[in-house]
Structures are given as C-alpha cells and as structure tokens.
C-alpha cells in the first residue's frame, strides 16, 4: 500500500510572520492567498475605537480588502513602514510587537508609533486580531 503523506499545516506563527512580510514586500497577491487559506470566515480585526477606523471589522472577504489596500498603499490613514521587532509563539495565541508610522487623516506627517498584536487562532484559522497600539492619545491629537 503506497504512503500518503497529509499537507503539513502552516502553523499559527508562521502565518503572521508571513502576513508582516507580504505587508512589507508590498505584495498583495501573496497577501491575498495567504488571507484565503488561512482566515477563518468570520474572522474580525477590533481596532481601538478611538481611532478614526477604529472598532470592529469582521468577514475574512472584508477584512482581504483591507490588508490588501493596506498592502498596495490605498490606505490614506494608519500604520505604514511596519517593522516586527518581536513576535512570541504561545501556540494559538500568536504576539507581536510593532513599530511603525502612523499616518493621520488629511496629513503627509507620520507619528512614530508601534503596537502589541495578539493573533488567535481556532481550528488552525486567524479567528482575531487585537491590536494595542502604544498611544492612542498621540494618534487621536495628531487627526485633530
């Protein structure tokens, strides 16, 4: 009887790691596919509310048009120039620590920023996205 081998699942930290790196290589093509397989269907991203997109955005379709307008730089408002500067492997739970330029609405001056992302996974599916940025204040005050 011949061996068959299953598909090794990509695992939890390695699917944020490659969602960081197709946001920076500005590839939405790879961005998108990874969305696809590896976004639970009812997956949300909650967005501090104090910011201007801030709450909760929820459908692996829409949030597909986010990252990936984020990725081709459509997006006028939010975080650009990511730099990972730590990501934690809890299994399921998946952190990561950001630095990036924050981009206020109706301004070309960037404030320097970073968050705290907390990836959950279920059945080996991004099922949410929590990010806490440093200083929502200083966002918030630089839209005004």
């Not at 104090?50 to 709450?55: A, K, T, W």
């Not at 924050?102 to 907390?118: H, I, K, L, M, N």
């Amino acid at each position: 009887m011949p061996e068959t081998h299953a598909a090794a699942a990509i695992q939890p930290v390695d699917v944020v790691k490659a969602f960081f790196a197709a946001i920076n290589q500005r590839d939405p093509e790879a961005l998108g596919a990874l969305i696809d397989e590896t976004f639970a269907e009812d997956a949300c991203v909650e967005f501090p509310s104090s910011l201007p997109y801030g709450g909760r955005v929820q459908g692996a379709k829409t949030l597909r048009k986010v990252f990936v307008g984020m990725a081709v730089g459509r997006s006028a408002v939010g975080p650009r120039a990511l730099e990972v500067e730590r990501i934690v492997d809890g299994d399921n739970l998946v952190v990561a620590v950001l630095r990036f330029d924050w981009y206020p609405p109706d301004s070309d001056e960037p404030v320097r920023s970073g968050a705290c992302e907390t990836w959950r996974f279920e059945n080996a599916k991004v099922a949410e996205i929590r990010p806490y940025y440093w200083d929502t204040a200083a966002l918030v005050a630089a839209s005004s």
